[in-house]
């Protein structure tokens, strides 16, 4: 299958008294036509920051310390603002978890998914709205018509969140990174988005990044899912080996924390401990050692390598061999 995207070895740091602190370290992964892939962790283990590079959009301070990016084959993570303008929305898209901060007040809605066509394409005005009400049906919104016409104020939380899709699918990109995006919904419209995303596959021949601090949601629209952990991905494979077959203590963590209605009444699991802020952090041993359960004496040193299990990839020393 086609490789889309290709992150390979990617750090990014911030600087601070103590020095510069990585929030993302060593990254890896590729994303391939049809992917579906989750990127979970708690808030702070450098999910944003990895999305935020991946798409040019990364905070002024940011440090891009290695890596590279490819995104169809061709290196982009020095690429100059004009270039970037010609790759976001064409070529990779990104959905923010406020659509209300994304969203230009001041203009219709159905001529900001109009602009990005603007940017990319040399289409008739008649032709240009042919394809954003059409974007606009694919994503769930009905009386089309009527909506562009309107501001955002006007519309509903999910309803913004669909303007949103629909302007980062409007170009049709092959990657989609979604950052959150069912956060700041209320719950029963989540579920709603939620299976947008899944028709998007469908609909689609990209690429999707979902990222989500919640691993239940992950796993119900993910067919792979990669774990972070203080700017480290240290777990990842197959939903199931995931989900049947966590490695990882921090990822049986992580499982072990979701309510289970059969356990009412019982207290609620929570990990014991919190991330080290990255100003505090040092790049020694495993970064979960403070809050593992099972550490060892090796743990408090070396950072673990990783164990290849075919389906499923883990960075811990109980799977040292
Ligand atoms: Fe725990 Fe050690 Fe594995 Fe880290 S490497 S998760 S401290 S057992
Ligand atoms: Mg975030």
Known sequence: MKNLLKVENLSVAFPFDTGDKKAVIDMNFE??????VGLVGESGCGKSV?????????????IIKSGSIE??????????????????GRKISMIFQEPMNSLNPLMKVGRQIEEVLEIHFDFSKERRKEIVVDTMKKVGLRNTEEIYEWYPHELSGGMQQRIMIAMALVANPRVLIADEPTTAIDATIQTQILKLFKDIED?????????SHDLKLVSKICKRIMVMYAGRIIEEGDI???????????TKGLLKAIPDYKKRGQPLYNIPGQVTPLKDRIEIGCPFYKRCESRMKICREVFPKTSDFG???????????
């Open 31 to 36: 994303l391939h036509e049809h992917d579906f």
């Open 50 to 62: 990895a999305a935020q590079t991946i798409m040019g959009l990364q905070h002024p301070k940011a």
């Open 71 to 88: 995104l169809m084959e061709e290196e982009i993570i020095h690429s100059s603002p004009e270039k970037w303008q010609q790759l976001r």
């Open 203 to 211: 609909l689609y021949r990209g690429a999707v990044l979902f990222i």
């Open 240 to 250: 199931n080996a995931i989900i049947n077959t966590p490695k990882h203590p921090y």
């Open 311 to 321: 389906n499923q990839k883990v960075c811990c020393h109980l799977y040292d061999n």
